[in-house]
């Protein structure tokens, strides 16, 4: 079975798992920081941290567990994200 695609809902379920991990690439981070206005190195310092295996770099979480871009940008970040 093909992995489904996907597809943003903008319904906000999945920015809000507790503990969810979203892990971001060099291009992830090259094009999220650049939406955002953003140099790389200012957008990891202050909107990422290293994932809990310690193999990439990971969006903060805010306390209760939501990404740190939910529900700011109504979600048109994930746009430059994929």
């Given amino acids: 079975m093909e992995p489904r695609e996907f597809k ?3 319904c906000g379920a999945c920015c809000r798992i507790k503990d969810g991990i979203v ?4 291009a992830e981070i090259a094009r ?3 939406f955002l206005g953003l140099g790389e190195a200012e957008f990891i310092a202050r909107e990422t941290e290293v994932a ?3 193999k990439s770099l990971v969006l903060k979480s805010r306390p209760d567990g939501s990404c740190v871009f939910f529900p700011q940008n109504g979600g048109k970040w994930h746009e430059v994200r994929l």
């Fill in 32 to 34: 999220i920081a650049a």
């Fill in 23 to 26: 892990r971001v690439s060099d």
């Fill in 52 to 54: 809990p295996d310690r």
């Fill in 8 to 10: 943003c809902r903008m």
